[in-house]
């Protein structure tokens, strides 16, 4: 591309089916966030676009754990989600949902554009079925025993206990999810994309156009297309999604995949009128960013898209970077293995420019990284507190002291090589943070902004202007030397506002506070002078920038990282992505007791087969629990909680050998667990379904 107008930069839709955690912003909402921040601040004329993927059997899949339906889901976490980028400065201009009327009308619009051109290949084949249900079943609705590991609970695409790929035919003893029963094959008709089409224009365009893009992606998209490309299914039977605009597609909607990127157009739609400009213009610069899960569909299955469509242009690049890990594992949502958003935010208030630097400076650009507490605490501590806030807070404090707080001349005439050197370096130091940022080496930027400090605690360090005025009279006598070096200090400070703006934005805006400057400062232009702070103007007290982070708070985090994740591995809590946190009100420890005591508990999975009200009690249901080996009748004080219909089939953790008890002339054989949340009982039952009869050990 000869000539750049306009950037359009994309960062990938989530799934509204649970909330985001420090994997997504590492691995490309953040990076994204950095780069049109520079580009902003390049003014450049730049739209940054996302929005929640709110279509899909994920999300079907979560309304079925919660029993609600899928709008009510992907409300619920549309909301949760905006809510945590928007707390971590996230400057979407639009943040929108694959769920309104505009993108329903642009998906169905582009199929129809695409069908109308002979582009889709009409095939009838078999897919499982649920007769019950009368429904085509996704492969993740078919749940049966993992061939590999024994899992009884593994989807009909994968196995999350062991990570293999499955297909349902694979499964044993397959059944629904829906129903349990087991399913059949019934044909069923679909319109499929034939990537094999676009192959020579993808090696032409993407192969022999882009070498420059990032190996880790090149290399996948190398690897698709030499092994050749296939024929993709572009419709799925559903009851949930976007209609296919044909008059024969009752129950069919658009694929997930075929939709969601669309997201992207519709989006900028309802930001403007002049949607158009940033996607069928040439001289638009367009750019994803996502993680590395998802190269095949933006660099392959969607360019081949907006080809066949035509009138469109194609990402100019693909930034994917690769998984972060947590503490040496891999993130894991069904074993809440993860560091959530909105739960960091809440326990580190206003400390969001922390994790933001501790992401970008150990982005997973190349290869999968490890984030730790641990490092989350020393880059902290000896970056942020020791490096860069302490260069600031020392020269805002020495020129209040040996300045009587106001911007110090530059005296030309006692210059020395040290000063001279410190201006070059901020004009080499701009032009490597540019090339970094324009080629997204993010990492690398970040480390030129910490050098920058770096360099300006030694030049303080090497100019001793304190030593300089340990007396009256030697401050009298080198009063313009402190005043060359506290300038320069003062002018580099401006600087580190506007290089760290893209990384930190609350963090300059401090910066820009005590120096008394206004946002345009920030503007790139402005980068590498030293004629940012007047001479004679009065600046505001210091203020610290970071503040250091204690060892009990990383204890405490790593306590629950552990403790959730062996809770949710035993079955005794469901995941914790599907809740919005709260703050109990806790009840006080019982008496301590010793692992004896407790080994003594019989807990067993247990399903409830039938459930009624005991009549002339109004708390107690009388509940039929089969447990595998043989059937119980407990009788639970939960019926001013749950009604019986409502609780059929769900799977409780039970007291197998509590002694028998009548209630209400019923014998109890045994008790479930129950936990208190907000005012309201919730089962003890684990995120995944058993078989019953299983112990919790």
């Known amino acids: 591309m000869e000539k750049i107008s306009r950037y359009l930069v994309t960062a990938a839709l989530p799934y509204a089916n649970g909330p985001v955690h420090i994997g997504h912003l590492a691995g ?58 928007a707390a971590m400065d996230i400057s979407f201009d639009i943040f929108a949902r694959t769920s309104s009327p505009v993108h329903h009308k642009t998906a169905a619009d582009f199929f129809k554009n695409m069908y109308d051109k002979g582009l889709f ?8 079925y649920d007769p019950e249900k009368q429904t085509f079943l996704a492969d993740r609705y078919i749940v049966g025993t993992c061939p590999i590991c024994g899992n009884e609970r593994a989807y009909g695409d994968q196995c999350e206990r062991c990570g293999t790929s499955l297909s349902p035919e694979e499964l044993i003893n397959p059944r629904s999810s829906l129903s349990d029963a087991v399913p059949v094959k019934k044909k069923t008709k679909h319109w499929y994309m034939p990537l094999q089409h676009y192959e020579p224009w993808l090696k032409e365009w993407l192969i022999e156009g882009h070498k420059e893009w990032k190996p880790n992606v090149y290399g996948q998209c190398k690897s698709w297309l030499d092994n050749g490309l296939h024929s993709r299914a572009m419709t799925r039977d559903s009851n949930w999604g976007i209609k296919v605009p044909l008059p024969d597609a009752a129950g069919k909607v658009l694929y997930v995949w075929f939709d969601a990127p669309i997201g992207y157009i519709s989006a900028t739609k309802e930001l403007t009128e002049q949607w158009a400009d940033y996607w069928c213009k040439e001289d638009t610069k367009l750019v994803h960013f996502i993680g590395k899960d998802n190269i095949v569909f933006h660099c392959i299955i969607f360019p081949s898209m907006l080809h066949g469509h035509g009138g469109f242009v194609v990402p100019e690049n693909v930034p994917a970077n690769e998984f972060l890990n947590i503490e040496g594992q891999k993130v894991s949502t069904s074993r809440n293995w993860a560091v959530w958003v909105h739960e960091y935010v809440e326990d580190f208030p206003g400390q969001q420019d922390v994790l933001r630097y501790v992401l970008a400076a150990n982005a997973p650009e190349t290869k999968d990284n490890d984030f730790t507490w641990k490092e989350f605490q020393d880059r902290n501590n000896s970056e942020l507190v ?68 770096r360099e300006g605690n030694k030049y303080l360090q090497e100019k001793e202007p304190w030593i300089k005025a340990k007396t009256p009279e030697l401050q009298a006598e080198n009063q313009a030397l ?43 232009e ?103 080996f043989e059937t119980r009748t407990v009788v639970s004080g939960i019926a001013e909680h749950f009604t019986p219909e409502s609780i059929v089939g769900t799977q409780v953790t039970v007291v197998a050998n509590l002694a028998p008890r009548k209630m209400r002339g019923i014998e109890s054989q045994g008790m479930i667990l129950m936990a208190a949340h907000d005012g309201k009982l919730v089962f003890m039952n684990g995120a995944d379904t058993v078989a019953p009869g299983s112990s919790i050990s």
């Not at 290949?121 to 499982?128: C, G, I, M, N, V």
């Not at 001349?409 to 370096?425: K, S």
């Not at 003062?490 to 946002?519: E, G, S, Y």
Request: proline share 5%; aromatic share 6%; net charge negative.
């Open 482 to 524: 402190i005043d060359n070096c506290l300038h320069i200090c003062l002018q580099l400070t401006a600087n580190l506002a506007i290089f760290i703006n893209p990384f930190l934005p609350t963090t300059a805006r401090k910066i820009l506070h005590m120096l008394k400057l206004v946002d345009r400062v920030l503007d790139w």
């Open 526 to 628: 402005n980068a590498g002078s030293t004629k940012l702070v007047s001479v004679g103007y009065s600046l505001r007290a210091p203020e610290l920038l970071f503040a250091k982070v204690e060892d009990a708070q990383i204890a405490q985090q790593i306590e629950k990282l552990h403790t959730r994740a062996a809770a949710s591995m035993a079955g005794v809590v469901s995941d914790a992505a599907s809740t919005v946190p709260t703050t109990p009100a806790h009840e006080p420890l019982k008496p301590e007791i010793q692992y004896d005591d407790f080994a003594k508990l019989d807990l067993r999975i247990g399903t409830i087969t039938h459930a009624e009200k005991v009549p002339k009690a109004d708390k107690l249901l009388k509940l039929t629990i089969d447990l595998g």
């Open 386 to 453: 020791s490096i860069f806030g302490n260069f600031v807070n020392r020269t805002m404090v020495l020129m209040h002291k040996l300045c009587g707080g106001k911007v110090p001349p530059f005296h030309a005439d006692v210059r020395d090589d040290r000063d001279d050197l410190m201006r070059v370096m901020l004009q080499e130091s701009k032009a490597r943070i540019e090339t970094a940022l324009e080629t997204f080496h993010f990492r690398d930027a970040l480390a030129e902004v910490m050098n920058v400090a």
């Open 121 to 128: 290949e009409e095939k009838e084949t078999e897919q499982f």
């Open 28 to 85: 490309c909402y953040l990076p994204a966030d950095i780069y049109v921040r520079y580009l902003r601040a390049r003014k450049a004329d730049v739209k940054f676009v996302s929005g929640t993927d709110e279509h899909g059997v994920p999300i079907n899949i979560k309304a079925m754990q919660e029993n609600v339906s899928p709008q009510d889901i992907v409300d619920k976490y549309h909301r949760i989600i905006g809510d945590s980028f």
